[in-house]
T-cell receptor, first 110, second 114 residues
Framework: NAGVTQTPKFQVLKTGQSMTLQCAQD?????MSWYRQDPGMGLRLIHY???????DQGEVPNGYNVSRSTTEDFPLRLLSAAPSQTSVYFC?????????FGPGTRLTVT | AQSVTQLGSHVSVSEGALVLLRCNYS??????LFWYVQYPNQGLQLLLK??????LVKGINGFEAEFKKSETSFHLTKPSAHMSDAAEYFC????????????FGPGTRLSVLP
């Protein structure tokens, strides 16, 4: 039981490039979400999904897309990277009473 | 709307001293409350959770928290700090419905001095 896994762990992009952050969970949770963590701001919700085929926007969705074709996977796409998207990104999946986090992806946009 | 405040972005204690990290919340319905810990360059790990059972909740690593409805608080305590407790701690609130999102506080960085 690996829990929540994320790849890559580190990534450097140039402004304007696109990429996909991968997230997978093996706990059969319907609810998954993506957060970004910036110093002094805690975690901010980007997008979330309450099941395959269902996604919705969180607090800071601009510049990001998501899809949920399976229960296990919830990739986050950066369409055209900007320096403001430099951050640490966490994927999480939720049971009925708690949320479990992946190890994070540290993204730098130059 | 729900919100979480954590008093003190940085708390320092001596090894062996009491740890007290403060969390206050606002919620229009009885909430679920959580404390998470984040060690450097790692993800968030669940320390403990309150889900409307006992108001005093015990978690991992000797931490506990007490839900006080009258004070809308969920402070985290540990009787005796250890060097390994140095980390960032996040309080979070959620409505007790599966589809509801978590709201996180800004975090408190705990330093433990020898």
């Amino acid at each position: 039981n690996a829990g929540v896994t994320q790849t890559p762990k580190f990534q450097v992009l140039k402004t304007g490039q696109s990429m996909t952050l991968q997230c997978a969970q093996d706990m059969n949770h319907e609810y998954m979400s993506w957060y970004r963590q910036d110093p002094g701001m805690g975690l901010r919700l980007i997008h979330y999904s309450v099941g395959a085929g269902i996604t919705d926007q969180g607090e800071v969705p601009n510049g990001y897309n998501v899809s949920r074709s399976t229960t296990e996977d919830f990739p986050l796409r950066l369409l055209s990277a900007a320096p403001s998207q430099t951050s640490v990104y966490f994927c999480a999946s939720r049971s009925t009473v708690a949320q479990y986090f992946g190890p994070g992806t540290r993204l730098t946009v130059t | 709307a729900q919100s979480v405040t954590q008093l003190g972005s940085h708390v320092s204690v001596s090894e062996g001293a009491l740890v007290l990290l403060r969390c206050n919340y606002s919620s229009s319905v009885p909430p679920y409350l959580f404390w998470y810990v984040q060690y450097p360059n790692q993800g968030l790990q669940l320390l403990l959770k309150y889900t409307s059972a006992a108001t005093l909740v015990k978690g991992i690593n000797g931490f506990e928290a007490e839900f006080k409805k009258s004070e809308t608080s969920f402070h985290l305590t540990k009787p005796s700090a250890h060097m390994s407790d140095a980390a960032e701690y996040f309080c979070a609130v959620s409505e007790p419905n599966y589809g509801q999102n978590f709201v996180f506080g800004p975090g408190t960085r705990l330093s433990v001095l020898p």
